[in-house]
Structure formats: structure tokens, C-alpha cells
């Protein structure tokens, strides 16, 4: 009996060490880790290789076709270079772009390329191929700088930077030239809030007493009146909940109520900047994206053809300023867009490895035209010619001149914290009942 029970034993042994060695080799030989692939591994002109890439459906301005027929036009580029190559595209719905990454990367089977679209996050996991080790040295120098920090973690370059949208200010050029603020001055160097104090009090002496600067609403009126004063880490904005920020914005707007400065309604809940800017009750209105220019053109002409009202003022020239208040280290907020290269957990190899980075190389230097129709802005500098002639909006200098002092924008889910933190002693504050220590102080309280 203790005989038998040995012989069971001994080819347990075994089966369990047969099983474990079976299982490092499939480990070894199908997914091994990023860095054990060569980024210098040939592409086989012989072979047949089909690439995923997932993308995000966009609203596009031109029907024909949409948004797929002009990247798959964008793509023919790559598919003559490699011939031998197809491009699967999948076009995402925007909603679903987090749970759709995240299961596919959880089931080992995600896109050999994804551009992010909405999708925000710092931690792609062990299935992402950092792209630095494919990336010349020279070729660094090629995109901006604000769009190599996004495209980093670590000091490590994970991505193929495509495109950059970057915050600014629109104004109504119209009351801004009549009030004497020197809207081209700005433009090319900026603003302090000294000026845009004086700016402020020229505006409110034109009829109908508008005021110079407005919001979408209280929390995002702080995001933009705290800039100055704290100096944030180099390359990056100062935290939302800064105490330091905090309180400074909270003082700088009780300073502009004073001056009439910025609306005292923008406190209720109901307020609507966009229809102050629209009908002249401000002069500025902020932040934007580029698209915004687009929305007042298509708002204009729905205006001209009698299908909207304009309201109380008609329609006007928007010019895009940069943020008051930059200076030192803090710069435009700006998003991005990166591509990023994923292998499989049945690994295809190292060839297809490469060429799948050759697609995200393609597309994140192609990508002019494509941007210009998006209102973004290619982040690989020898697009932007380009793009300055694609962009039908105009204005782009302006743009290109800022995003040279951009930073990255905070990650979507720091500002929403942030937002559901100060909103309500925001309010609290606006109604009185606290001073701007106060608000600072409670905050930072967890």
C-alpha cells in the first residue's frame, strides 16, 4: 500500500512539473513581454498581415462619406507603402469608449492601434507597447513638446502623439475694438490680470454696460481666474484645489464683482453664458476649443438665413485670446490625442509588431487634413503648414502661437473630483456665507 502511494506521488510530481514547464514555454513563446521584442525586427514583404485600428466616430462637416471615408483616404498612404498590409477599421461609438478598451484589454484581444479619442488613462497595462524604442531621436524634435509630455509616463514616450486641442478665450471682436482693448497685442503676447482689469472697465462704459468676461458656470469660472501667483510643477498646471489657487481666484473675483468685471448671475443655477457672449452682455467668454469657431459660423449663418434669432445683439467677428493671467511656468491647458500600439496575447510576432507601429507613425504624421475638418491640431510639426491652409476657421496662428506654451490639461476624472469638491462651497462663498480663506481652507479638507 505505501508502495502504491509513493508511485502516486512520484507521477503527481511529475505531471505538476510537466504542466508548469509546459506553462512558462506558452508563456515565453506566446506573450512575451514588450521588452523583449526588437523594434528593429524586419517586415516581410511576403507575408500578409492584417492590422486592427480603432478609432471614434466624429462628427464631420461634409456628409460625403464622413469621417471614415477620410481616414480610410489617409490610410491609402500606408497601404501603398506596405502593400502586402490591410487596415481593419473599427469606428467606436463615443460613449463607449472606455468600456470597450477596457474589456478588449482584459480579454488579451485589443487593436494593434487605438487612437484615444475620449479615452483618458494613465495605465494601459502590460499589453501596451511603448513606442520610445522605435522613435529616432531626431524624430522627438518633430512634434511639440506639449505633446510629447502627454504622449509620456514616466520619462518613457508610450505613445504616438496625433492631435492637440488647446483652451483659449473667444471674444466679440466688435466690443473689444470699440472698448480700445488691443486685442492684436494680446493675441501675440498674452495678458496680465492688471490688463484685463483695465480691459474690464472700458467695456462696462459702452452701452448697455456689458461685462468682459464670463463662464459656463461657477466652477469653471475658477479654472480660469486662478491662474498667477502659484507656480506649478514645470510643464504642468497648478492642481484645481490648490489652496493657494483657490483662494487667490476667490479674491480676484470679489475684485470683479466690484468692477462689474464678470456677472454676478453666473451664480444661479440657471445662468447661460454662452447666451450672454452671444447677445453682448459680455465681451469674452471662456474657455474654448477651436470647434468653437466653427459652432459661431454655422450660428451665424443659421442667423442670416432666419432659421435662429439672434437675440439682442446681431452676429459678430469671434477672435480667440489666450488665457489672462499665464506667466512663469503655467501655459494653455491643452488635450491630446495619442496612438497607442498594443500587442496580443497570442502574440503575432515582432514583425507585426513593427508594422503596427508603422500605422501609428503614419497616422500621427498625416494628419493634417483630417485634423483641419475636426477643428484640432496636428501635435507633428511639418502637418501644421498644412493644416494652417486646411483650416477653414482661420485664426490658426493664434492657435500654433499658444499651444507653444501649452501644458497638458488635467486627466477628465482630476477636474470632475475637483468640480464635486468645490461646486458647493463655491455657491456658499458667492451667496456670502464664506471668505476666501475659508473656501480655501475647506477645499482641502478630505
Not at 521584442?37 to 462628427?59: N, S, V
Not at 486641442?165 to 475694438?177: D, K, V
Not at 448697455?208 to 514645470?234: A, M
Amino acid at each position: 500500500m505505501a508502495g502504491r502511494r509513493l508511485v502516486h506521488s512520484i507521477l503527481l510530481f511529475l505531471a505538476v512539473g510537466v504542466a508548469l514547464a509546459l506553462g512558462v514555454y506558452l508563456r515565453l513563446k506566446v506573450t512575451p513581454h514588450y521588452t523583449g521584442i526588437d523594434p528593429r525586427a524586419e517586415i516581410d514583404p511576403g507575408k500578409r498581415y492584417t492590422l486592427t485600428l480603432w478609432d471614434f466616430e466624429r462628427p464631420w462637416p461634409d456628409d460625403a462619406g464622413g469621417y471614415r471615408a477620410a481616414l480610410e483616404k489617409a490610410l491609402a498612404g500606408f497601404e501603398r507603402r506596405f502593400p502586402n498590409a490591410a487596415v481593419k477599421v473599427e469606428l467606436l461609438p463615443w460613449g463607449e469608449g472606455d468600456e470597450r478598451v477596457a474589456a478588449a484589454l482584459k480579454q488579451g484581444t485589443p487593436p494593434d492601434v487605438l487612437s484615444s479619442g475620449p479615452v483618458f488613462r494613465s495605465d494601459w497595462g502590460p499589453l501596451l507597447i511603448p513606442c520610445g524604442p522605435y522613435l529616432a531621436p531626431e524624430e522627438l524634435e518633430e512634434y511639440m513638446e506639449v505633446a510629447l509630455r502627454g504622449a509620456s509616463k514616466g520619462g518613457e514616450f508610450i505613445a504616438w502623439p496625433r492631435w492637440l486641442e488647446p483652451a483659449l478665450w473667444a471674444g466679440n471682436g466688435e466690443l473689444l475694438a470699440a472698448a480700445g482693448v488691443p486685442v492684436a497685442e494680446i493675441q501675440a503676447e498674452g495678458w496680465s490680470w492688471e490688463t484685463f482689469a483695465r480691459a474690464a472697465g472700458e467695456v462696462h462704459k459702452l452701452a448697455g454696460e456689458p461685462y468682459l468676461f464670463t463662464s459656463f458656470d461657477l466652477f469653471t469660472l475658477w479654472q480660469e481666474v486662478g491662474r498667477g501667483g502659484v507656480t506649478p510643477e514645470l510643464g504642468k498646471t497648478s492642481p484645481p484645489l490648490a489652496p493657494e489657487r483657490v483662494r487667490r481666484a476667490a479674491e480676484r473675483t470679489a475684485a470683479f464683482w466690484e468692477q462689474a468685471a464678470v456677472p454676478r448671475s453666473l451664480g444661479k443655477g440657471d445662468y447661460a453664458g454662452l447666451e450672454d457672449f452671444f447677445t453682448g452682455r459680455a465681451a469674452v467668454f471662456g474657455p474654448v476649443k477651436p470647434w468653437f469657431l466653427r459652432a459661431t459660423y454655422e450660428r451665424t449663418k443659421r442667423v442670416e438665413r432666419g432659421s435662429l434669432e439672434a437675440g439682442a445683439a446681431p452676429p459678430f467677428a469671434v477672435v480667440l485670446l489666450p488665457p489672462a493671467g499665464l506667466g512663469g511656468r503655467e501655459g494653455v491647458p491643452v488635450a491630446w490625442e495619442n496612438l497607442y500600439v498594443f500587442r496580443q496575447r497570442r502574440y503575432q510576432g515582432d514583425d507585426h509588431t513593427r508594422l503596427a507601429m508603422e500605422l501609428a507613425r503614419h497616422l500621427s504624421r498625416t494628419s493634417a487634413e483630417l485634423a483641419a475638418e475636426l477643428d484640432l491640431v496636428p501635435a507633428y510639426r511639418p502637418a501644421q503648414l498644412t493644416w494652417l491652409s486646411a483650416w477653414k476657421m482661420g485664426q490658426g496662428e493664434v492657435v500654433l502661437r499658444w499651444l507653444e506654451r501649452g501644458v497638458p490639461a488635467p486627466f477628465p476624472a482630476e477636474v470632475a473630483e475637483a468640480r464635486s469638491r468645490l461646486e458647493p462651497l463655491l455657491k456658499k462663498f458667492w451667496a456670502g456665507e464664506l471668505s476666501a480663506a475659508d473656501l480655501a481652507d475647506r477645499a482641502q479638507a478630505k
